[in-house]
């Protein structure tokens, strides 16, 4: 079937700018996480959802980064007024059941996002 | 509070030779640990997981790795590299308590030698 799927794979845009970046998890996948990774390094998390509720927010760096899961599905991570060091690979993961520590995560491709 | 150590950053084999990844771990709930390998260009995808059953896990391509709980390891382990294992490897943590947010380590890049 359809792992997770992530948009757009690539993106570039002037600093200051808001971007806006999709996951789509797989079917049925009641958690979804988000992380950053840059080069050179493991994945960081930033948020995380059960259904449509937001557990926790606490990786998010600040308030320019904003995520969303209106309806236990799709979900859309913005970041505003873009800055260079928001420049990474931001990857989306989902996990069939509830964030309880032992379900393995499904990873999506992730995104590049560059920053200029 | 949680964290994961992976000890070296890169470490180099031949092929037909054995591997060892070392990761060590601390976590203040009883953890759940994971290998995942990332090709170039590609999504993590897990290689094994442990949550409290066996303590010796087996995995995909034939890696395995055993939870020694007096030691804080998880080390990864497979019994003769081939040219595609040649990837990153990243050991993750998970607590089931608390906060219930992964930890991942920086990461092992494994370089297999023809």
């Known amino acids: 079937g359809a792992g997770v799927s992530q948009s757009p794979r690539y993106k570039v845009t002037k600093r200051g700018q808001d971007v806006a970046l999709r996951c789509d998890p797989i079917s049925g996948h009641v958690s979804l996480y988000w992380y950053r990774q840059a080069l050179g390094q493991g994945p960081e998390f930033l948020t995380y959802?059960?259904?449509?509720?937001?557990?926790?927010k606490s990786g998010l760096p600040n308030d320019r980064f904003s995520a969303e899961r209106p309806e236990g599905s799709i979900s859309t991570l913005t970041i505003q007024r873009t800055e260079q060091r928001d420049s990474a690979m931001y990857r989306c993961?989902?996990?069939?059941?509830?964030?309880?520590?032992?379900?393995?995560?499904?990873f999506g491709p992730g995104t590049r996002l560059t920053v200029t | 509070a949680q964290s994961v150590t992976q000890l070296d950053s890169h470490v180099s084999v031949s092929e037909g030779t054995p591997v060892l990844l070392r990761c060590n771990y601390s976590s203040s709930y009883s953890p759940s640990l994971f290998w995942y390998v990332q090709h170039p260009n590609k999504g993590l995808q897990l290689l094994l997981k442990?949550?409290?059953?066996?303590?010796l896990v087996k995995g995909i391509n034939g890696f395995e790795a055993e939870f020694k709980k007096s030691e804080t390891s998880f080390h990864l382990t497979k019994p003769s590299a081939h040219m595609s294992d040649a990837a990153e490897y990243f050991c993750?943590?998970?607590?089931?308590?608390?906060?219930?947010?992964?930890?991942f380590g920086r990461g092992t890049s494994l370089i297999v030698h023809p």
């Open positions: 993961a989902s996990s069939a059941l509830p964030g309880q520590g032992a379900y393995e995560q499904y």
């Open positions: 993750v943590v998970s607590p089931r308590g608390g906060s219930y947010i992964p930890t």
């Open positions: 442990y949550t409290s059953a066996a303590t």
């Open positions: 959802f059960n259904y449509e509720a937001q557990q926790d």
